[in-house]
């Protein structure tokens, strides 16, 4: 940890020396930063009567800069870009003296703040702050300066994990925490209730049944925009404008993936081998039922398994059936076949027809790559003794165990 050295509070410095103010302003929410009559204006006005006041009792001082950090967290607020260039005019020497309300304004990081402390004392600038009045000329007030640090950053730690906890509290009565989800709205006379938007659920029940039909994430976005479906248009809290556009692949995914829309909230759980997701009832109704949200997320993991489009009926040509291979065993013709295997790649086989005898090519399958279309089978025809080789160009011969000279030369 870097150690504080004395930086001098105002009315230690010299008589006569002109006092280059920089002010340092900031909140930490967007919703305190929208409001233009509160803590970022009141902080401002605070700070300039403070100047106005000692320029009253005889010490020249003027406002160099104001240095302003709207929303800004005070974890990491020294860098912030408002910082960074108030360091640069304390290099500069176009800022000798800091202003601000209180330690907290500036920091609420003890590490980053006795770094900011050095680089003061380096340029002998000072350091002065209204609520509480520390002397950092002495021993005394320096460790004063380092508990008061330390406790604003107790104090946002503490607010952050109480705030954790409130949420997770909430999430497991079902409660909605905030944030805008398409397809409802915040219900203004009940907090972390949801209220359904009728056009927009319509929208919502279009993009579910499209996917279940076409199988694919890339045409339900075409079918969405061609449409004309769009996402919803709204104002952030800092008065910015955001129109509503074409729906894109991210946001249908996480439409289709989100477990609100069937009425329940996905609530994280501490355990002691990491985090458990879970489900909870939530207090807003539903817009899609449950069977059509499974069968989706069915669809989408099939899809993601086998790298291929499930819900496309695949028909599957079988160019050596209606008699080109005869079964060696009962003279019966060889039919087309198919199966899914244990890692849900379909497979296309040939087998003998003749289900009702044992025939012991029943056992037997000629198999085909599942990879494609139009008989890339291997050059193989199944007899009783198992698999024949094909012959030669320029073989005549028949198998020893088969009947059918035909079967050989059409496979191979």
Same mark, same amino acid.
């Given at each position: 940890?870097v150690s504080?050295?004395?930086?001098?509070?105002?009315?230690f410095?010299?008589? /006569?020396?002109?006092?280059?103010?920089?002010?340092?302003?900031?909140?930490?929410?967007?919703?305190?930063?929208?409001?233009? +009559?509160?803590?970022?204006?009141?902080?401002?006005?605070?700070?300039?009567a403070h100047?106005?006041?000692?320029?009253?009792?005889?010490e020249?001082?003027?406002?160099?800069?104001v240095?302003?950090?709207?929303?800004?967290?005070?974890?990491h607020?020294?860098r912030?870009?408002?910082?960074?260039?108030? +360091?640069?005019?304390?290099?500069?020497?176009r800022?000798n003296?800091i202003?601000?309300?209180?330690l907290?304004r500036?920091?609420?990081?003890?590490g980053?703040?006795l770094?900011f402390?050095e680089l003061?004392?380096?340029h002998?600038?000072?350091?002065?702050?209204?609520?509480?009045?520390?002397?950092t000329?002495t021993?005394?007030?320096r460790?004063l300066?380092?508990?008061?640090?330390?406790?604003a950053?107790?104090?946002?730690?503490?607010?952050? +994990?109480?705030?954790?906890?409130?949420?997770?509290?909430?999430?497991e009565?079902?409660?909605?925490?905030?944030?805008?989800?398409?397809g409802y709205?915040?219900?203004?006379?009940?907090?972390g209730?949801?209220?359904?938007?009728?056009?927009?659920?319509?929208?919502?029940?279009?993009?579910?049944?499209?996917?279940?039909?076409?199988?694919?994430?890339?045409?339900?976005?075409?079918?969405?925009?061609?449409? /004309?479906?769009?996402t919803?248009?709204?104002?952030?809290?800092? /008065?910015?404008?955001?129109?509503?556009?074409?729906?894109?692949?991210?946001?249908?995914?996480?439409l289709?993936?989100?477990?609100?829309?069937?009425g329940?909230k996905d609530?994280?759980?501490?355990?002691?081998?990491?985090e458990?997701?879970?489900?909870?009832p939530?207090?807003?109704?539903?817009?899609?039922?449950?069977d059509?949200f499974?069968?989706?997320?069915r669809?989408?993991t099939?899809?993601?398994?086998t790298?291929?489009?499930?819900?496309?009926?695949?028909?599957?040509?079988?160019?050596?059936?209606?008699?080109?291979?005869?079964?060696g065993e009962?003279?019966?013709?060889?039919?087309?076949?198919?199966?899914i295997?244990?890692?849900?790649v379909?497979y296309?086989?040939?087998?003998?027809?003749?289900?009702t005898?044992?025939?012991?090519?029943?056992?037997?399958?000629?198999k +085909?790559?599942?990879?494609?279309?139009?008989?890339?089978?291997?050059?193989?025809?199944?007899?009783w003794?198992?698999?024949?080789?094909?012959?030669?160009?320029?073989?005549?011969?028949?198998?020893?165990?088969?009947?059918?000279?035909?079967a050989?030369?059409?496979?191979?």
């Amino acid at each position: 940890m870097v150690s504080a050295a004395p930086v001098r509070e105002l009315g230690f410095n010299a008589r /006569g020396q002109v006092h280059r103010v920089g002010i340092v302003v900031r909140v930490s929410t967007a919703r305190q930063a929208a409001n233009d +009559e509160g803590s970022l204006a009141t902080q401002l006005q605070r700070t300039r009567a403070h100047i106005d006041y000692k320029r009253a009792c005889g010490e020249d001082l003027y406002e160099a800069g104001v240095y302003e950090l709207p929303a800004v967290s005070g974890k990491h607020s020294l860098r912030h870009p408002e910082m960074l260039r108030l +360091e640069q005019d304390i290099r500069s020497g176009r800022v000798n003296t800091i202003l601000c309300t209180e330690l907290s304004r500036a920091s609420r990081n003890v590490g980053e703040f006795l770094e900011f402390v050095e680089l003061l004392n380096e340029h002998d600038c000072s350091f002065v702050c209204l609520k509480q009045a520390v002397d950092t000329t002495t021993p005394l007030g320096r460790l004063l300066l380092i508990f008061l640090v330390a406790l604003a950053q107790f104090e946002r730690e503490t607010t952050a +994990e109480r705030t954790k906890d409130a949420m997770a509290a909430r999430s497991e009565r079902g409660l909605w925490n905030g944030g805008r989800l398409y397809g409802y709205e915040a219900d203004p006379e009940r907090k972390g209730y949801l209220s359904v938007v009728d056009l927009e659920a319509d929208v919502i029940q279009f993009a579910f049944l499209t996917y279940i039909a076409c199988g694919s994430i890339a045409r339900t976005v075409a079918a969405l925009n061609a449409a /004309g479906y769009r996402t919803r248009a709204f104002t952030s809290r800092n /008065g910015v404008e955001h129109p509503g556009g074409t729906f894109r692949i991210s946001n249908v995914q996480y439409l289709l993936k989100n477990p609100a829309y069937i009425g329940m909230k996905d609530v994280s759980t501490r355990t002691g081998q990491g985090e458990e997701d879970r489900l909870v009832p939530a207090v807003w109704d539903a817009i899609i039922e449950r069977d059509t949200f499974d069968e989706v997320q069915r669809l989408m993991t099939a899809n993601a398994k086998t790298r291929t489009n499930q819900a496309r009926q695949f028909q599957h040509v079988y160019v050596l059936s209606n008699g080109l291979l005869v079964c060696g065993e009962c003279c019966s013709n060889f039919e087309g076949r198919s199966g899914i295997g244990h890692l849900g790649v379909r497979y296309f086989y040939y087998a003998c027809r003749n289900r009702t005898a044992r025939c012991a090519s029943q056992r037997s399958r000629l198999k +085909e790559s599942s990879s494609s279309g139009c008989g890339s089978s291997q050059r193989r025809t199944a007899c009783w003794t198992g698999w024949c080789s094909p012959p030669t160009s320029d073989s005549t011969s028949n198998c020893p165990s088969c009947r059918h000279a035909s079967a050989h030369s059409v496979a191979s």
